[in-house]
């Protein structure tokens, strides 16, 4: 198992599917955690007794597309902890539309702002720190469907898109800080919600969240120190 002791990891989009199994396997690795999702409530609801709020788990809520909330909880975490050694951009989304010629431009904006302009503005407040302590780690989440374009879901295609070449800007600015940025490539994951709305589809084939936390864990590790700027596949059977 990989032992985080000692490293400070922040994860977006904790209360959500993915986030939670990020959280617990980091948390059960040793790291100190904080998880960032929209409402402190639903963070507590959510890790429960199992990970209750103590020295090595902050909870955190924090609006990830306001350039203001971002940087209140990127000052508070760094306070709290003094350090962050890996960020895990995970706070995201998806909606199928309408072609694109009819899809509002509020859908459009509100796409891009949830996936690329989050992953945007946090890794940009938390990079100075990393910059500071010489060493850092950020891993985000793309999306398989950001290989190419898709009927009715132009925006988030686009959005994810947006996540991987993110990824290898700051992957390029910043190998020379010793901080590497990574991505991952999920096909469909196994969550209720994928669950309610595909009740025909062989489950088997989806990426158990678990499985794609693993993933995570090993390129927020020393492990993967040479791995910088990659998206990588993580299509479960699929
Ligand atoms: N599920 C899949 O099949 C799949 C496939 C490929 C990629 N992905 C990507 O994987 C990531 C995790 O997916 P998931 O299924 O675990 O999603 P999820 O369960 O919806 O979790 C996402 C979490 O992010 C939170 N969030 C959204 N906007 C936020 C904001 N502005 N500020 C703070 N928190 C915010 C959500 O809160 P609310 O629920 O309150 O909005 C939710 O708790 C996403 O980036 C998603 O796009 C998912």
Not at 64 to 85: C, F, K, N, P
Not at 185 to 202: K, S, Y
Request: charged share 20%.
């Amino acid at each position: 198992m990989i032992d985080f002791s000692g490293q400070v990891v922040v994860i977006t989009g904790a209360a959500g599917n993915l986030g939670m199994a990020a959280a617990r396997a980091f948390h059960s690795a040793g790291a100190k955690i904080a998880v960032v999702d929209k409402q402190r409530e639903v963070i507590r609801v959510v890790f429960g007794d199992d990970i209750p709020e103590d020295d090595t788990c902050y909870f955190m809520s924090a609006n990830l597309m306001d350039e203001a909330s971002v940087a209140e909880m990127v000052r508070d975490i760094g306070d709290h902890y003094g350090r962050i050694d890996v960020l895990v951009n995970i706070a995201g989304g998806f909606s199928m539309g309408p072609p694109l010629y009819e899809t509002p431009l509020d859908t459009w904006e509100f796409m891009l702002n949830l996936n690329a302009r989050t992953v945007f503005l946090v890794s940009r407040e938390i990079l100075p720190l990393m910059i500071e302590q010489g060493t850092g780690k950020i891993v985000s989440i793309a999306a398989r469907a950001a290989l190419a374009g898709k009927a009715n879901m132009a925006p988030y295609v686009v959005s994810k898109s947006a996540v991987v070449r993110l990824t290898e800007s700051m992957a390029a600015e910043l190998s020379e800080h010793n901080i590497n940025v990574n991505c991952v490539l999920p096909g469909t994951i196994d969550t209720p919600r994928n669950r309610e709305e595909n009740p025909e589809a062989d489950f088997s084939k989806w990426v158990p969240p678990g499985a794609l936390a693993d993933v995570i864990l090993f390129l927020a590790s020393d492990g993967a120190r040479a791995i910088n700027g990659a998206a990588i596949p993580v299509y479960g059977r699929s």
